[in-house]
């Protein structure tokens, strides 16, 4: 099936650094979404990206956090500065169209273990 | 509270067995999503409804949208079912892009 490819799979960062997590996308899916799982939760929705903007974001998506697909290329998930409590496993996923609309999918990729120490 | 409630919260089942999860909406949803997120932690994309029943090999989703839940039935379960089941959905009359996850169900497949 369709695949949604993460770099990378984990990532050990120092507390105040930067980070950046990126995303390949289903190549004809124009959606893209940010998820957060702290370790044995349930999924929280962070952000959702369309033709190059921020269409939606929750109250977990802090103001040190930032997305961008510069040119079609990997759709990035910046941190500047991570905080303790950044630690998670960060999903990438992608759609044809948004959410709401009949017959569309979410498909995820296998996500991003983030910790900040 | 959560606008997704997801029951039992944890099953064991014996290899060949079944049963059936379900998901309860607290909110209109236009449409549910199930996946399984296995030990590896990918999640992997089990049926998207709109409406009806859905079936793939041993598994069947049901999305009732009049009575706000759906259920994901298991049969002649095997060990690699074994993982967290998620349903989830974008809320009627909130973004079109943002999908509500409920907590999940931890299935432990035993031999």
């Known amino acids: 099936g369709p695949k949604v490819l993460q770099i990378p799979s984990h990532q050990i960062i120092d507390m105040g650094q930067m980070v950046t997590l990126n995303c390949d996308p289903v190549s004809n899916h124009l959606y893209f979404y940010w998820y957060k799982q702290i370790l044995g939760q349930q999924m929280e929705f962070l952000v959702n990206?369309?033709?190059?903007?921020?269409?939606?974001k929750s109250k977990l998506f802090k103001d040190q956090f930032s997305v961008e697909r510069p040119d079609g290329s990997y759709f990035t998930l910046k941190i500047q500065p991570t905080a303790l409590e950044d630690s998670a496993v960060y999903f990438c996923?992608?759609?044809?169209?948004?959410?709401?609309?009949?017959?569309?999918?979410?498909?995820f990729g296998e996500g991003s273990r983030l910790i900040v120490v | 509270g959560d606008q997704v409630e997801q029951s039992p919260s944890a099953l064991s089942l014996h290899e060949g067995t079944g049963s059936a999860l379900r998901c309860n909406f607290t909110?209109?949803?236009?449409?549910v999503q199930w996946f399984q997120q296995n030990s590896r932690g990918s999640l992997i994309n089990l049926f998207y409804?709109?409406?009806g029943t859905k079936e793939n090999g041993r598994l069947k989703s049901t999305f009732n949208s009049k009575e706000s839940y759906s259920t994901l039935h298991i049969r002649d379960a095997q060990l690699e079912d074994s993982g967290t089941y998620f349903c989830a959905g974008p809320a009627s009359g909130g973004s079109n892009y943002k999908l509500t996850f409920g907590k999940g169900t931890l299935l432990t497949v035993t031999p």
């Open positions: 996923a992608s759609s044809s169209s948004g959410t709401g609309v009949s017959g569309n999918t979410l498909y």
């Open positions: 409804l709109a409406s």
């Open positions: 909110t209109t949803m236009r449409a």
């Open positions: 990206f369309y033709n190059g903007k921020v269409m939606e």
